[in-house]
């Protein structure tokens, strides 16, 4: 065979083999999208279930009914989903044939604020605001009483990282309380809300007993942590002696010192 029919028939296989994948391809982008797999890891209460995000992804119209899987944009769809601020992280990507799929990990909430404006949102445990959820709630810390902060999607470390914001916002403290209750497995069970006086001390409420627990102010990690230190000292050496309905109110506002007060006969 002459030379130039051996680069002839090369063309004309290269050709078809282009065609039959161009054929194939259009096929596989005509097909009809199926339910993506929905995949989401959580620890703790869910805020966001598989079919409140099928219907933010149809109310946004990055999804439709029998929609050509062509006409899928897997990189809105991440996107969209990305900001969602009950979502931490999130990867969505396609298979073969016409499935695809949606991996989420929500955020963890650690306590829930009350603000004096009548706002209600949660703090993540890496320092998010999250709105609160019509659908959802979450057995977490509550904060409540002279809250001055108000909702807005920023990390509780710009506050923490600023002289100026700390001065005058509360978040930073709340985030350090609810943060060392949160991993604390016996402060985590013993309180259950926290009350901000006016004259910025914070006040913890027990879920065992109607003592008042004057915590003070929350400034630093250090602070916090030797503050709770204190109290569980307490209450292991202390209680099971003096009895859980001695004291009215103990306080480890102040630096290395345990103050109570008697309860009136």
Same mark, same amino acid.
């Not at 202390?238 to 009136?264: D, H, L, T």
């Given at each position: 065979?002459? $030379?130039?029919?051996?680069?002839?028939?090369?063309?004309?296989?290269?050709?078809?083999?282009?065609?039959?994948?161009?054929?194939?391809?259009?096929?596989?982008?005509? $097909?009809?999208?199926?339910?993506?797999?929905?995949?989401?890891?959580?620890?703790?209460?869910?805020?966001?279930?598989?079919?409140?995000?099928?219907?933010?992804?149809?109310?946004?119209?990055?999804?439709?009914?029998?929609?050509?899987?062509?006409?899928?944009?897997?990189?809105?769809?991440?996107?969209?989903?990305?900001?969602?601020?009950?979502?931490?992280?999130?990867?969505?990507?396609? /298979?073969?044939?016409?499935?695809?799929?949606?991996?989420?990990?929500?955020?963890?909430?650690?306590?829930?604020?009350?603000?004096?404006?009548?706002?209600?949102?949660?703090?993540?445990?890496?320092?998010?605001?999250?709105?609160?959820?019509?659908?959802?709630?979450?057995?977490?810390?509550?904060?409540?009483?002279?809250? $001055?902060? /108000?909702?807005?999607?920023?990390?509780?470390?710009?506050?923490?990282?600023?002289?100026?914001?700390?001065?005058?916002?509360?978040?930073?403290?709340?985030?350090?309380?609810?943060?060392?209750?949160?991993?604390?497995?016996?402060?985590?069970?013993?309180?259950?809300?926290?009350?901000?006086?006016?004259?910025?001390?914070?006040?913890?409420?027990?879920?065992?007993?109607?003592? $008042?627990?004057?915590?003070?102010?929350?400034?630093?990690?250090?602070?916090?942590?030797?503050?709770?230190?204190?109290?569980?000292?307490?209450?292991?050496?202390?209680?099971?002696?003096?009895?859980?309905?001695?004291?009215?109110?103990?306080?480890?506002?102040?630096?290395?010192?345990?103050?109570?007060?008697? /309860?009136?006969?």
């Amino acid at each position: 065979m002459k $030379k130039w029919m051996k680069y002839v028939l090369w063309i004309l296989v290269a050709a078809g083999v282009v065609a039959i994948l161009v054929f194939a391809n259009k096929e596989e982008q005509n $097909k009809k999208y199926t339910k993506p797999e929905v995949s989401i890891h959580v620890d703790g209460d869910s805020f966001l279930t598989e079919p409140e995000l099928i219907d933010r992804l149809n109310f946004h119209g990055l999804i439709e009914q029998q929609q050509a899987i062509g006409k899928l944009n897997i990189r809105k769809i991440e996107y969209l989903i990305s900001h969602m601020p009950e979502v931490k992280h999130v990867k969505v990507f396609k /298979r073969i044939g016409n499935k695809w799929d949606i991996q989420l990990e929500l955020r963890k909430p650690i306590a829930r604020i009350f603000n004096k404006f009548g706002q209600s949102f949660y703090l993540d445990q890496d320092g998010f605001l999250i709105n609160r959820s019509s659908l959802h709630t979450s057995r977490v810390l509550v904060f409540s009483g002279n809250i $001055k902060d /108000r909702f807005e999607p920023n990390s509780i470390f710009k506050i923490i990282n600023n002289d100026s914001l700390k001065s005058i916002r509360n978040l930073d403290d709340i985030y350090r309380i609810s943060n060392y209750v949160c991993n604390d497995p016996i402060l985590h069970k013993m309180i259950g809300q926290v009350y901000r006086e006016n004259n910025g001390d914070f006040v913890l409420i027990p879920i065992v007993g109607d003592q $008042k627990i004057i915590l003070g102010t929350a400034q630093s990690d250090a602070v916090v942590k030797d503050k709770f230190e204190r109290l569980l000292d307490f209450y292991k050496e202390a209680m099971p002696f003096e009895g859980w309905n001695k004291y009215s109110e103990i306080s480890v506002k102040y630096e290395g010192q345990i103050v109570c007060r008697k /309860r009136a006969n």
